[in-house]
Nanobody, 120 residues
Framework: VQLQAWGGLVQAGGSLRLVCSAS????????MGWYRQAPGKERELVAA???????NYADSVKDRSAISRDNTKNMLYLQMNNLKPEDTAVYYC????????????????WGKGTQVTVSS
């Protein structure tokens, strides 16, 4: 599956919805998620969703983010609120064949990444 994501620029305290489009049906994809990599840091999980209905979030975003899938449109979304400058990173959309493996190493397909910049 090919994945393409869109991010953007937002001021601190604002909201942003990240959008990921998949090249085929996502209803059978076990896990889909958002990951990010800031300069000089390792890539990390932001949020992931399984086709069993479960979701996982990084502690740093869990109270201000929501991940969702639209299987009819083959889209994955991440709504982020109260954004902070430390959320600035390249965000990646990814998909995996195993629902129990949502870490970076467990995902099988990656989009190219999209820049999210939060200005202070």
């Amino acid at each position: 599956v090919q994945l393409q994501a869109w991010g953007g620029l937002v001021q601190a305290g604002g909201s942003l919805r990240l959008v990921c489009s998949a090249s085929r049906s996502i209803s059978t994809i076990a896990a889909m998620g958002w990951y990010r990599q800031a300069p000089g840091k390792e890539r990390e999980l932001v949020a992931a969703s399984t086709n069993r209905g479960s979701s996982n979030y990084a502690d740093s975003v869990k109270d201000r983010s929501a991940i969702s899938r639209d299987n009819t449109k083959n889209m994955l979304y991440l709504q982020m609120n109260n954004l902070k400058p430390e959320d600035t990173a390249v965000y990646y959309c990814a998909a995996g064949e195993k629902a129990q493996r949502i870490g970076v190493a467990g995902m099988d397909y990656w989009g190219k990444g999209t820049q999210v910049t939060v200005s202070s």
